[in-house]
């Protein structure tokens, strides 16, 4: 048993990357494939970040980041990570997958997303998705 102090911080989700608050209502509940995801890129404090654009993965439905090249589903872009998904543990332990939320139609800034988006990507998402 720990009866030591625990300390905890928490922060909050950088989503200057959305354009307008459309379509945030609509936001759907996906689960993240945390091993098609990569740490220093998508997830270098312990969170997949807000703003990731993402593919499903055609085999279990679950859902990695969007990648032109990938051949399981994800080349294809349906959406982005509405909110920040805890993947490494207190502990330092790192998921295998996580909740969060998906984005399916909305305006984004182009400029602030965290990963850019391709014009495949684009493409996919044309009849859902602005980019400012």
């Given at each position: 048993m720990?009866?030591?102090?625990?300390?905890?911080?928490?922060?909050?989700?950088?989503r200057?990357?959305?354009?307008?608050?459309?379509?945030?209502?609509?936001?759907?509940?996906?689960?993240?494939?945390?091993?098609k995801?990569?740490?220093?890129?998508?997830?270098?404090?312990?969170?997949?970040?807000?703003?990731?654009?993402?593919?499903?993965?055609?085999?279990?439905?679950k859902?990695?980041?969007?990648?032109?090249?990938?051949?399981?589903?994800?080349?294809?872009?349906?959406?982005?990570?509405?909110?920040?998904?805890?993947?490494?543990?207190?502990?330092?332990?790192?998921?295998?997958?996580?909740?969060?939320?998906?984005?399916?139609?909305?305006?984004?800034?182009?400029a602030?997303?965290?990963?850019?988006?391709?014009?495949?990507?684009?493409?996919?998402?044309?009849?859902?998705?602005?980019?400012?």
């Amino acid at each position: 048993m720990n009866l030591g102090l625990i300390t905890e911080s928490f922060s909050q989700d950088k989503r200057d990357w959305l354009g307008h608050e459309h379509g945030t209502d609509l936001a759907v509940s996906v689960t993240l494939d945390v091993s098609k995801f990569t740490a220093g890129t998508h997830y270098p404090d312990g969170y997949i970040k807000s703003g990731i654009p993402l593919g499903k993965i055609t085999a279990g439905g679950k859902y990695g980041p969007y990648d032109d090249t990938a051949v399981d589903g994800r080349q294809t872009c349906v959406g982005f990570l509405f909110t920040s998904a805890e993947v490494v543990t207190r502990r330092g332990a790192t998921l295998s997958s996580a909740v969060g939320s998906m984005l399916l139609h909305c305006v984004i800034k182009e400029a602030k997303l965290p990963v850019a988006v391709d014009a495949a990507g684009k493409t996919d998402l044309a009849s859902r998705v602005i980019f400012i």
